[in-house]
Nanobody, 120 residues
């Protein structure tokens, strides 16, 4: 059974930074594309960033491009999301997911989520 565990969320002031981590166990990490999603209260889940199996290709939603960086360490079975210049509108529960490719509908495994709160 593939398990994903996120960490690194918290409370930060606007303009600050956080780095989320997602450790994957129970599967062959290098076979999965990895993605980060977020969901704010009262809003639909949003696809934030993704990285392919090798790490050679990344995707970012427009609102985070230039501020967020997704990366992966296949030796550590971990994917990261470095978030800089955070804004109050980045406040959400962030979820990592593992899937067959970076298509939003292809993710089969999900973490429990980690809260990110950005104060103004």
């Amino acid at each position: 059974q593939v398990q994903l565990v996120e960490s690194g969320g918290g409370l930060v002031q606007a303009g600050g930074s956080l780095r989320l981590s997602c450790a994957v166990s129970g599967g062959t990490f290098s076979r999965y594309a990895m993605g980060w999603f977020r969901q704010a209260p009262g809003k639909e889940r949003e696809y934030v960033a993704a990285i392919n199996r090798s790490g050679s290709s990344t995707f970012y939603t427009r609102s985070v491009k230039g501020r967020y960086t997704i990366s992966r360490d296949n030796a550590k079975n971990t994917v990261y999301l470095q978030m800089n210049t955070l804004k109050p509108e980045d406040t959400a529960v962030y979820y990592c997911a593992a899937g067959r490719d970076v298509t939003p509908s292809s993710y089969d495994y999900w973490g429990q989520g980690t809260q990110v709160t950005v104060s103004s």
